[in-house]
């Protein structure tokens, strides 16, 4: 990621990216510590599912540190967890630094608490109730 993106001005100002129309949308920022995080907005399923993997592939190529921000998400099915579990496994072999915040949705919590993917989203941690 060029240096440019960390100014002040850039920190403001969120990238917008949507996929398949409106009920899906990506907010990329940088969070204070450099990470660039990505909000995902609105209905994260298989419509979408790929667009997020691409997205996360990019970010890991470029070795861009990210935080991922479920707190938006008002659906996922298996195919939107499925993308963040692979782009998860993928930047932990790779060495690149990917976080989900562990602020979430009530809905992505209840998938999380149904499919038991908590320790792989949070290694050590105890997955949060949603928000």
Known sequence: MPASWFSAENRLRSAFVALAGPSF?????ADADGAVRLMLIG????????????????????GTPVRL???QLDFIDSSGVRAIVLGL?????????????TR??????RMIEIMGIGPQLWPGDKPPAGS
């Open 25 to 29: 949308e990506i907010r990329e920022s």
């Open 43 to 62: 209905e994260l399923d298989i419509a979408v599912a790929d667009g997020v993997e691409e997205r996360l592939r990019a970010h890991r190529a470029d």
């Open 69 to 71: 921000d479920l707190s």
């Open 89 to 101: 496994k993928h930047a932990r072999s790779g060495g690149v630094e990917l976080d989900v915040d």
């Open 104 to 109: 979430v949705s009530s809905t992505v919590a």
